[in-house]
């Protein structure tokens, strides 16, 4: 349905704000205006808190995660298990593992997944950073927690066969080719299976296959 303006400041407003995703122009119009009848001041704080976080963000040199400095508050804690390292897609991914409160390793954003079909290649991904940091040494297991998807198990596949390409390096040493053996990480993957409360009529083919395969001993 065409919407008619008698602004045209009220309706580039709202053509900004429904670029956002999931945000339709019915929502924007119903946002714009609630910042309308808010306090100048709240508009203001709203826009400097955006054009800040546009301006002055930075992306952690090691993981890179969102953050305030250089290095971020969870690659900077002394108390973290430096030798593992968790791979993700993005930022709501960390937030997610973090939330529950188990894992006190360190993480490695790679920005994406591999999806020929959107244009996003390996080089697209922050898969080469991954590799510098496990050739650097120190990482005993790299946890692959991408999502169960066609693109999510093709950028898993991915990473193992590079990783294991590290195995067996060759180096130029005084104009000489010398063979180093590299000792490959742990690489796993987050398990796989039914929900709890899922009925397994509900669930498909392929979590139930993998349930079955990593089936675990029944503790009581």
């Known amino acids: 349905m065409t919407q008619n303006f008698s602004s045209h400041l009220l309706q580039r407003a709202v053509d900004e704000v429904s670029c956002l995703p999931g945000i ?11 910042l309308l009848r ?23 040199r090691m993981c890179h995660n969102i953050s305030d400095t250089d290095i971020c508050e969870i690659c900077a804690n002394p108390k973290r298990d430096a030798s593992t390292l ?12 973090e939330s529950t409160n188990l894992y006190r390793g360190l993480y490695h954003l790679l920005g994406g997944v591999i999806s020929p079909m959107d244009g996003i290649g390996p080089s697209n991904l922050h898969i080469q950073s991954l590799v510098e940091r496990v050739m650097a040494g120190g990482v005993s297991e790299i946890i692959l927690a991408l999502s169960p998807t066609m693109e999510g198990d093709t950028t898993n596949y991915f990473i ?61």
């Open 24 to 34: 339709g122009r019915k929502t924007a119009l119903r946002l714009v205006l609630h």
């Open 38 to 60: 808010q306090d100048a001041r709240v508009t203001s704080t709203l826009t400097e808190a955006l054009s800040v976080l546009r301006n002055e963000v930075k992306y952690c």
């Open 86 to 97: 968790c791979v993700v897609e993005n930022i709501q991914d960390v937030m997610a593992i």
């Open 160 to 220: 193992y066969r590079r990783l294991s390409q590290l195995s067996q390096t060759t180096t130029l040493t005084e104009g000489r080719c010398e063979e180093e053996q590299f000792t490959l990480p742990r690489i796993t993957i987050i398990a796989r299976g039914v929900a709890q409360n899922d009925e397994l009529q509900h669930t498909d083919e392929a979590t139930l296959g993998r349930a079955l395969a990593g089936r675990i001993p029944f503790n009581v």
